[in-house]
C-alpha cells in the first residue's frame, strides 16, 4: 500500500485529534500510583475536571471508555425496577435507554424524531402526570452526538422544578463538555457523564462523572450492586489525590495538560469557537443545497453538524470516497439514519483553516462520488469566518 | 523542590516502567476506531493477546483497569446467590472475593497464611465434599502481587477434575501474565483476568478476559444484569477487529507494540529471566538476612519478592527512606501485613544490571534506615547472575 | 496569552512540518555512535541519501544546516582565487555567491531578474568563451526559495559538455530534494547540495554532499585548508556505517524514517503530488488576480509559489495578518524582493485539504488586510485538484 | 535477533543517556525560524547558556557537533601561520592540535603522558620563554575525555598572567560543561568549546562557543577565511534570538528543557553529583586491584573514570564481553591507548543506582572475560555512596 502523504483529517465528532501537547503528556513515564508524587496528579485531575464541568461538588474519575460513565451513573443512584425518563433524541439516547433496560430499571422513552433536542415542555408534562413521583430520574442528553442537536439543560432542570418533582437530573455530555457551555452546578445537574476523547482532545479510556450532593447521598444509601463504578469507594481515597484502584495513570497527565490547554484558551473561548465553526459548517451546508439533520433553530450543535444525503444517495460510500480520495475520515449515520446521514466533526483542538480543509474535502468529495449538489460550501464558510472574525487568535 | 538526576527505579510490582517504544507507541496520533484501518489494529490486539494467554479461544479487552476484568469474570458467568469458592493467597485474592461478596454471590473463602499459593488439595478435598455441585466455580490468584507467591494452575485443574466437579476455573493473572509461565488452554482455564501495566509492560488502562468456550457459553446462558462487561456484544465486533464502544485506542497501539517485544525476546525468555531475576533477589534477601515472605519452595514468584522486616521496624519508613535518598519506588505492605513488609518488583522490561541496582538501592536503604541486616545483599545476588549466567543477550 | 487552538500552519518553504512518525523516530534514545549496532543506522542513511539523491556514487552527512553543506562543497574542490560561474536566480543564489566570495573564491555571477531557473544558453556561451579553462566550476541552484523557480539541471549539464568545459557542475538543491526530481547520476550533477528540513521532513539539523568520483578526486589532490568538511575523512569511516565526529545520531534515526516514508510513497508519486499543488496554489493567485513572480513557465516551483503583492501593499504587514488571525506562517520577500513578496510553502508532508487550508488562510488574510484581490482562489484551486484527481490516495 | 530486555546502559562518557523530558521537547514540532514566536525560543537558548558556562559575554550555538566548536574558536580568532600553545593531556587535545595544524596555523604541543591534566607552572615557563609574544593562544582541554583528567583551568589563567602575556586562553570544555565546575568569567577564559551530548544531557547536534570580548574583537578585526563559523555574523541576529542561518531548532528546544533541569538541580548540586560518583567509581576501580589511567590526584574527572586493563588482556574484547551479556556500552581506549583503557562514563542525567548498577556490569564483565581482579569493586563504591551520602535527593 502506497503511504498517504500529510496528516490524517480526524473529522468524525469524536474522537478528536489529540494535540502534539497531550500525546506527549500521555508519553511521560508511568508512575506508582500509590506514591508521594503521584497526589499531585490525582488533585490536579480531580480539580480540574471541576473547572471544566463548573462545579464545586464532586467528580469521578474512571477508566473506562464513556460507556462505563453512563453505566456508573445508573448503578449508583437507581434501584432495580425504578422508572427514568429518557428522552429520545437519537442513537446515544436509545443507547443509555437500552442500557437501563439491561440494568433492570424501567427507562420511559419520549419519543423524538432526531431532529432537535429535548423539549423541556414534554418532560415537564411528564413529570407533573407523576403525581406519584414514580419517575427517580430525568436522563438527556445534552449534545447528541448522533444528530449534532444539544437538548436545553438548563431548561430541562426549569421544567422539573416547575412540576415540583424530586427526579435526579442526570446527563450525558459526553461530546458536549469542553466544547459547548456546560454548568453543572448553576444548571442544577444532579449527574453528569463525560468521556476524554471529544471536547477533552484526549484519546479515548477515561471516563467521568460530576455527582451532585443529592446524587451522592442516592448513591450511599442504594443503587444496584456494584463494585468497579462504586462512587463510595473512590471519593475516599479521592481526597486525596489517590484512586481505590489503579487509575489510568498516563491518561491522567494527558488530562492535566489538556485542562491546562482549555483554561489557556479561556473556556468562553473555546465555546465561541466551536459555536462559529458550528455556524460555519451550515453556511457549507446549506450553500451545497443540502439539509442539516437538525433543525430546531438555536439546538444546532457546534461540536459536529449531521448532513442529510439527498435521496438515493449513501453517505458511507460517500464517505469511503472522502477517505479514499482526500484522506479525511467523516462519522457515519446511526442506526435510524443510517446510511442517510453523514456527521462531520468540528470540535477539539480545531481551528478556521481545519475547518475550511474539512469541508473542502466534503465538497470535494461530493463533487467526486457524484452526489448532486451545489458547489460553493466552502466559500459560504470562508464568507462567515471572514465576516465574523475570530478575535485576534493571539491576545494579551 | 530540587530535581533529582536520573532515571527513578519503578521497582513496585506494578505499574512496571513501560519500555520507550511502547510509550512512543502510546504516543501515535488516534484513529477513528469505526475506519478500515482501525480492524487491523484490533485483530492484531485480539489475535497477539491469544498468543500471550496461550490459547485459541476467546479474548475480551476492556478500556478499564484489572479491577474490571475481575468484575467482568464474575458478572458474566455467575448468578447472584451462585457459591464459589476462592483460595486466600493475599491481599488480591481478598479483594477479589470482597468484590465477589458485593456483586451478590456466595464466596467460600480457604484460608491461607500469605505465605504461599493456593493449595490443590484442599480445592479437591472441598470440591469433593461438594457431592451437590453447588459450587459454581473456583478462584485463583496466579501470581499474589500482594506476597510474591505463585499458584500452581494446572494442579488446580487437576484437582477439579480429580474431583470430577463441573465448577469453572477463574484465575486472576493480572500480575503473572507475560512475565511467568501461563497456559490458558493446555492447564484448562476457564477465565482469566488480566491487566496492561505488569508484564505487559504498558501503562494501567486496559484489561483483559481469556474466556474458554465453556465459560462463554455461561455468559450466553446467564451471569448477572450488566452492560459494560457483557462478553456476548464484545464478541460480535471483535471478529472483525471492532469494538462494541470506544476501546482505549491509544493503549491499544502500545499493546501491539508491546506483544512484539515480548515475541521477539521469546516468551519463554521472557520467563526465564523473571525466574532468574527471582532467584537472585531471593539471594540478595538470604544474604541480608531478612525472611521472604513466600516460604513455599517452588512457588516464589519472579515478578516479585516480598521480604519481611526485622520485628520493630516499618517498612513504610523504610519505603520511604529508599524512595527519598534512592529514588527507587517500592511496593508496601498490604492489609494483614501492612508495614510489615516491602515488595521489591522485578518484572516486565528489566535486565541484570537494573535488577542489581534495585537491590542496592533496598540494601543501602536498609543502611541508611538503620534496619538490622548484614551486608552482601547485592553481592549474592551478584554471584547468583554471574553464574547462572544469561544466555548471551545478543543470539541469532 | 491566549493560546491559539488546533494545528499551526507551517508553511514556509523549509523548515517543512515534520511527520509525527519523524519526530517519535527522533525521540528514540541516543546511542553509542561507535558501537556495533550504530553501522546499521549510518548505513541506511548513507546508502537511503543515494536512493533520495538517485545516485551510485558518494555521500557525505553532516550534522550542520545546509549552509554547511554549502561551504562543504566549495572548500573540498576549489583552491583559493579559483574562478566558478553562479547564476543568480535569486536570495539563496546571491549568498552562496558571497560565501565564495569570502573563501577567497573569484565567483563570477550571470545576473537574473530572479524571476526564472538559470538560463542553460547563458551558461554555455560563457564557458565557450572561456577558451582557457579557467572556470573550475558552474554552480546552480535547483529549486530557489527565495522566488519558486526551477533551474534546468539537465539542460545544464548538457551546456557544459556542449562547451566541451571542463567545469564541475555544482548543485544547491536544499529545498529541492525529495520533492521535486532530481537525478544525480543521470544529470551528471558532480556535487549536490541539501539539508534536512524540506523535501526530507526533518527538522534542521543535518546536511549532505553527493559527490561524483571527479569531485572526489578533487577534494583529495586539493580544495582549501579545512577539517569538519573535509570528505576524505569522512569517506574511510563511512565505508562501514561510521563517522570521524560524533554523528547527529538523533536526526539520522529521523532521516531513516523519513527515506522509508518517501518510499513508501513512492518518489514519482512525490513529484507528482509536489507539481500538482504548485499547479493548483498558482491557479489560486491567478484567480485572486495577483501575480506569480516566477514568470518562466515550466520552471514553476512544486515547492513553494512566490506571490507579488500588489504595489502600495506590504507583504510583511499581510504575513504578520494571517499570522496572527488564520495561526498561518508564510514565508518572507528576501532582499531584492523584501516586502513585494510573500511565499506559500507546499512541500513535505502535505496533501490536497492541507493546500486548501493554505490557500483559504492566503484568502481570509488578503480580506482581512485589505489587500486588492478577487476572491475565489481556493475555489479555483478546488477546482483543479477535484478534476485532475490524485490516483486514490491508497493504492495496491 | 533475540530482543535484549531493559534499559541500554549508555556508559561512554558521552553521548551520555538523554532524559526523557529532553526527547520530549525535542520531538515538539519544528516552527518558523524566522518567526515571532523563535526568538523566544532563541533568546532563551542563548541567555540559559550564559548561566551555564558563567559568563556575562557571548555565546555562540552551531548546528554543529563538538568538532566544529573547536574549528570556529581557531578560525575566528587565529591567522594563518599564527603560533598556538597547546597541551597534550590526551587523544582529544591531540586531534584538535592536529586540526590547528591542518588549518594552517603552528601550534606548539607540551608533551603529556595522558594521565593528568594540564600542567600550569610548565605553561607558564613556556610563555615566559616567548619574549616576542608570538604566541598567540593558549589552548587546554578541561575534562580530557580520553583519559579522564581534569586541567586546572584557574591555574592556567594564573599562569598566564604571571607570565604578563597577552596569549588569550582557549579551552575545550566539550565533556566537562554542566558536569564539573566550569567559570568562564571568572577564570578568564577567552574562548570555550562545548557540545551538546555530555553534561547538557542532550543528542549530538550542537555546539558552543562562549568567547570574551577580547576574542571576539580578535574574531571581527581578523582571523581566518571562514564563512559557517563566523562569530561577527552571528552575533547580530542572535542579539533579537535569531540566527543567520536555519538553526537546530529541535535541539535548541530540547537544549532550553535540559538547561531548565540543570538548574531545578542546580548547577552547584550538578558538580558535587558528578565528584561524589567519580569517587565511588574510583574506589571501585581500587577494590578490584586495577588502575585508574589518571593520576594525579586532584585531577581525577567526575564525569568518566578510564580504567587500565592488566598487561595481556584486551579492553575491546572485555568491552564486548559487557555489551554482549549486561548491555552496557563502556567507552574504548584512544589512539595510546587503545585496547589498553576502558573508559566508564558516569555523567549526565545519573544517579546513584544507575552508578551502581554501571559498575557492577563491569564487574560481572571482568569476571566473565576472565580478567584478573578482585571482586567487591561494587561493595566499595556502595560502602563510599552510602556513607558519604547524598542530600536527599528531595529538598525544599
Redesign the interface.
Known amino acids: ?10 473529522q ?1 465528532p469524536g ?1 478528536s ?2 494535540p ?1 501537547r497531550v ?2 503528556a ?11 508524587d503521584f497526589a499531585e496528579v490525582g488533585l490536579r485531575a480531580l480539580e480540574g475536571m471541576k473547572s471544566i464541568f463548573r462545579t464545586e461538588q464532586q467528580i469521578f474519575i ?7 460513565a453512563w ?1 456508573a451513573a445508573l448503578v449508583n443512584t437507581m434501584s ?1 425496577g425504578d422508572r427514568i425518563l429518557m428522552y429520545e433524541t437519537g442513537h446515544f439516547a436509545t443507547l443509555w435507554m437500552k ?1 437501563a433496560k ?3 430499571l424501567a427507562p420511559e422513552f419520549i419519543e423524538g424524531d432526531w431532529r432537535g433536542g429535548a423539549d423541556p415542555d414534554r418532560i415537564e408534562a411528564r413529570l407533573r402526570a407523576d403525581t406519584g413521583h414514580e419517575i427517580r430520574a430525568v436522563c438527556v442528553v445534552h449534545n447528541e452526538t448522533s444528530t449534532g442537536s444539544v437538548s436545553p439543560v438548563a431548561d430541562v432542570r426549569r421544567a422539573i422544578d416547575a412540576a415540583g418533582h424530586p427526579a435526579l437530573l442526570m446527563v450525558d455530555t459526553i461530546s458536549g463538555l469542553a466544547s459547548i457551555d456546560f454548568r453543572f452546578d448553576e444548571w442544577g445537574v444532579d449527574v453528569a457523564v463525560s ?1 476524554s ?1 471529544k471536547g477533552l482532545m484526549l ?3 477515561l471516563s467521568f462523572n460530576a455527582v451532585s450532593e443529592k446524587a451522592f447521598e442516592h448513591g450511599k444509601a442504594g443503587g ?5 463504578w462504586d462512587w463510595t469507594d473512590m471519593a475516599g481515597p479521592n481526597a486525596t489525590g489517590y484512586f481505590p ?7 491522567l497527565y494527558g488530562l492535566n495538560e489538556a485542562i491546562a ?1 482549555l483554561h ?3 473556556l468562553d ?2 465555546f465561541a ?1 466551536h459555536a462559529r465553526h458550528g455556524a460555519a459548517a451550515r453556511a457549507a451546508v446549506r450553500a451545497w443545497g443540502l439539509e442539516v439533520l437538525c433543525r430546531q433553530q438555536g439546538q444546532e450543535s457546534g461540536v459536529l453538524t449531521a448532513v442529510l444525503m439527498p435521496e438515493g444517495h449513501s453517505a458511507d460510500a460517500f464517505r469511503a470516497t472522502t ?7 467523516l462519522g ?1 449515520g446511526l442506526s435510524k439514519v443510517a446510511d442517510r446521514v453523514f456527521r462531520v466533526g468540528h470540535l477539539g ?6 475547518l ?3 469541508l ?2 466534503v ?2 468529495g461530493l ?2 462520488a457524484g452526489v448532486p449538489h451545489r ?2 460550501g ?2 459560504a464558510a ?1 464568507d462567515l ?2 465576516a465574523a ?2 478575535e ?5
Chains 1, 2, 3, 4 share one sequence.
Do not use: C, W
Request: hydrophobic residues 30%.
Open positions: 500500500m502506497s503511504r498517504k502523504a500529510g496528516r490524517h483529517f480526524l468524525i474522537p485529534a489529540v502534539d500525546l506527549r500521555i508519553s511521560t513515564q508511568t508512575m506508582d500510583h500509590r506514591g508521594p474512571y477508566p473506562s471508555s464513556g460507556t462505563g453505566e432495580e442500557m439491561r440494568l433492570g468521556g476523547q484519546p479515548p479510556g444496584m450492586r456494584r463494585s468497579y484502584y489503579t487509575p489510568g495513570t498516563n491518561l490547554m489557556e484558551e479561556g473561548n473555546v469557537r477517505l479514499r480520495h482526500y484522506d479525511i475520515s457515519n483542538d480545531f481551528n478556521d483553516l481545519m475550511i480543509a474539512t473542502s474535502g465538497e470535494l463533487r467526486r458547489d460553493g466552502v466559500a470562508m469566518l471572514g472574525a475570530p485576534e487568535l493571539e491576545t494579551a
